[in-house]
């Protein structure tokens, strides 16, 4: 297949690898969905990610993390499981920008679920409350997750409750404490290399504030002192009427339509 060619010049070698594997999967399925199954590592996210953070080129790095969230998120509505398992996805999506994917992952209404990564129950159930305004909703997750919160689980889990409720409470300063106690946290878990380059859910929790608080207040949330936080992308993020686009278009337009509009598959799935 003929070298493809991204908007910002010649792709990453491992860039080209992944649209000409996904071109082949289109050719021979001609399934938009089965092209990108499983979906774990299937954009070459964590190989490129260190050189484009160098590049400072954040208008690049924004739209590089919007094309894997809508990887990991056309997966993530597709196969079927609890959306709660999308908790990071979800954060990942308000970090860049992509309101529609974020939407659609998040519940209408508390799930009653089973086996699910601890955090991710009472954490999804305060982003419902605080996103939707529900107070009902906030009026059952709120001590759950101040009991979460106070528990045992790793600091990062617990500090990423913590400052769902600081969020809530309208606390930039404890909200600001917690985001760096994820930053450090993140760190001692057990994340693959590229979290530990940037810990783009700290990101989107830093942006739903912005989403939640008028600007007054939004501009007392102190940025995390962490090196896998970047304080320069943040500003750049909040500075700018974003409009993220993929990284790198697939040559044929109806992969690109349904990433970036998942609900179109869905649609023709029911």
């Not at 991204?6 to 860039?15: I, K």
């Not at 990610?49 to 160098?54: A, C």
């Not at 954040?58 to 990887?71: A, D, K, S």
Request: glycine share 4%.
């Amino acid at each position: 297949m003929e070298q493809y060619k991204s908007r910002w010049g010649e792709c990453p070698q491992t860039v080209e690898e992944h649209i000409n594997m996904i071109m082949g999967r289109y050719v021979e399925t001609k399934d938009v969905f089965r092209c990108f199954t499983p979906k774990i590592g299937i954009f070459p996210y964590e190989a490129c990610l260190e050189n484009i953070l160098k590049s400072k080129d954040w208008n690049q790095l924004n739209n590089f993390i919007y094309q894997e969230n809508c990887v990991r998120s056309f997966a993530s509505l597709m196969n079927g499981d609890s959306r709660y398992w999308s908790f990071l996805e979800m954060l990942e999506a308000l970090a860049v920008g992509n309101i529609k994917a974020f939407e659609m992952l998040l519940p209408d209404e508390i799930e009653t679920v089973t086996d699910i990564f601890p955090l991710y129950r009472p954490a999804t159930n305060m982003l419902i409350g605080l996103w939707r305004k529900d107070s009902g909703v906030l009026e059952y997750a709120v001590p759950r997750a101040k009991k979460f919160a106070d528990g045992k689980r790793p600091q990062w889990e617990r500090a990423t409750a913590a400052c769902l409720l600081a969020l809530h409470e309208k606390n930039p300063k404890e909200a600001g404490m917690q985001l760096e106690m994820i930053c450090k946290t993140a760190m001692r878990a057990d994340f693959d290399s590229a979290y530990k380059m940037l810990f783009v859910p700290a990101h989107g929790l830093y942006q739903l504030a912005d989403y939640l608080w008028d600007a007054e207040l939004f501009q007392q949330l102190p940025m995390p002192n962490h090196k896998i936080f970047s304080k320069e992308y943040a500003v750049w993020r909040n500075t700018h009427k974003v409009q993220p686009a993929l990284f790198a278009e697939y040559p044929e337009p109806m992969i690109n339509t349904i990433l970036t509009n998942p609900e179109l598959e869905m649609t023709e799935r029911v």
